[in-house]
């Protein structure tokens, strides 16, 4: 029946705001964009795609509410500093369990995104 996730998709208010936080002060690449009644931008990444919109379905940016994404870094301690000295908020600090070490930061529109190393294999 489901196949794979075809993509997670995050609410914004403002696009060009919220295009320059994921595009400069996170440095995703846009591999695909829309502009029609809305705007749909896609952010291809290994294994899924990401995407905004600013389509009105009721939904609106959020950090304690609906899903949230994490993504994938490399040290983050290291990308969290890097991040709030671009001034974004950071609304968990890194924290280490088991398995992984993660922090949330809170994107230009108050969505949360995890901050994610694998530090164990599953």
């Avoid at 995703?28 to 379905?57: H, I, Q, S």
Wanted: aromatic fraction near 8%.
């Amino acid at each position: 029946m489901i196949k794979r996730i075809a993509f997670t998709l995050y609410p914004v208010t403002d696009m060009a705001r919220a295009r320059r936080f994921y595009e400069d002060t996170l440095g995703l690449d846009v591999t695909r964009r829309e502009a029609r009644e809305f705007e749909w931008v896609e952010y291809d990444l290994d294994g899924g795609t990401f995407a905004l919109t600013n389509v009105k379905e009721g939904g609106t940016p959020s950090a304690d509410a609906g899903g949230s994404i994490a993504f994938e870094v490399q040290n983050v301690d290291e990308t969290v500093e890097q991040l709030r000295a671009k001034g974004v908020r950071v609304k968990l600090e890194p924290l280490s369990t088991p398995v992984c070490r993660l922090a949330v930061i809170l994107d230009s529109e108050g969505n949360a995104l995890t901050l994610h190393q694998a530090t164990q294999e599953w």
